[in-house]
């Protein structure tokens, strides 16, 4: 088993792939390491940034998640420009800090916002985590332009420093 620093590491790099590839791990079993505790909500919502705004831009993501049946709708709002594109991630802890991801996809913000489901009937388990994060790889240019092309524009409490490149992450914990 990998420790949990370098299977973080490997989770967000792993899931801004998905951003880059622009398509979505098969459900097959994908073994990581058990997420750290959820990022707290940001403090305040204020509008998303505006692409003419040169510099260095707070970001971050606030998010809620319903359970009704075997689906999970994960909705909330995001400090981001219009069109940009998240990676997300569900999955469940099994035991020896292991982390299987069972669904996985993309999302847009649109107005601020952003909003997926996944089913989870198949997934067993009473726990559930949700992993969100925003690359800057394969975003429009405009995103690109004002986040930077590795995310050096990115700041916020839930940004994370993998190498040179800056994401934005965010997890939730989801009882069943």
């Not at 993998?162 to 989801?174: I, S």
Request: hydrophobic content about 40%; proline content about 5%; some cysteine.
């Amino acid at each position: 088993m990998r420790s949990w620093r370098t299977v973080g590491t490997t989770l967000a790099l792993s899931a801004a792939l998905i951003v880059v590839s622009g398509c979505s791990r098969p459900t097959s079993t994908a073994l990581i390491a058990s997420p750290q505790a959820p990022a707290s909500s940001v403090a305040a919502t204020s509008a998303p940034a505006s692409a003419d705004a040169a510099g260095p831009v707070r970001v971050g993501i606030k998010a809620r998640t319903t359970l009704r049946g075997g689906v999970l709708t994960i909705s909330g709002t995001m400090q981001l420009l219009e069109a940009s594109v998240i990676g997300w991630e569900v999955a469940r802890a099994r035991p020896g800090d292991v982390w299987e991801v069972r669904r996985s996809g993309k999302a847009t913000v649109e107005g601020g916002r952003f909003s997926f489901r996944a089913d989870v009937n198949s997934i067993p388990g009473s726990t559930l985590y949700v992993f969100l994060v925003f690359s800057t790889d394969q975003q429009p240019q405009t995103v690109r332009t004002r986040y930077g092309e590795v995310g050096e524009n990115l700041r916020g409490s839930q940004v994370e420093l993998h190498g040179d490149n800056r994401t934005l992450e965010y997890w939730l914990k989801v009882k069943r």
